[in-house]
């Protein structure tokens, strides 16, 4: 099982950029898929999340600026962030666990984790 982010950079403020989440060794289709990120000095915020069947959920920092979506074909989740904010700025991780349909509750249900990809948001 592997996770691959890409797409973070560096972006100012009211700029977009789309994060993707490249998964290998399952199926995204039967296992749901949560976006974390980490601001420096600061701990592992749940950002958005997936389940299998598509439904989809936001974390009220991001409600209306994100939008998370799946592509079956490519296996590959993604993560568009718009009118950012230099509060965004964080790594930004996805993470899975395989068979699990479901969002969890808690980010540590997740066993699954990428190496995150850094997203920057300063003028």
């Known amino acids: 099982v592997q996770l691959m982010e890409s797409g973070g950079g560096l972006v100012q403020p009211g700029g977009s950029l789309r994060l993707s989440c490249a998964a290998s060794?399952?199926?995204?289709?039967?296992?749901?898929l949560s976006w974390a990120r980490q601001a420096p000095g600061k701990g592992l915020e749940w950002v958005s999340g997936i389940s299998s069947d598509g439904s989809t959920f936001y974390a009220d920092s991001v409600k209306g600026r994100a939008t998370i979506s799946r592509d079956n074909a490519k296996n590959t989740v993604y993560l568009q962030m718009n009118s950012l904010k230099p509060e965004d700025t964080a790594v930004y991780y996805c993470a899975t666990t395989p068979g699990r349909s479901v969002v969890p509750a808690t980010l540590h249900e997740h066993n699954y984790w990428g190496q995150g990809t850094q997203v920057t948001v300063s003028s």
């Open positions: 060794g399952f199926t995204l289709t039967s296992s749901a």
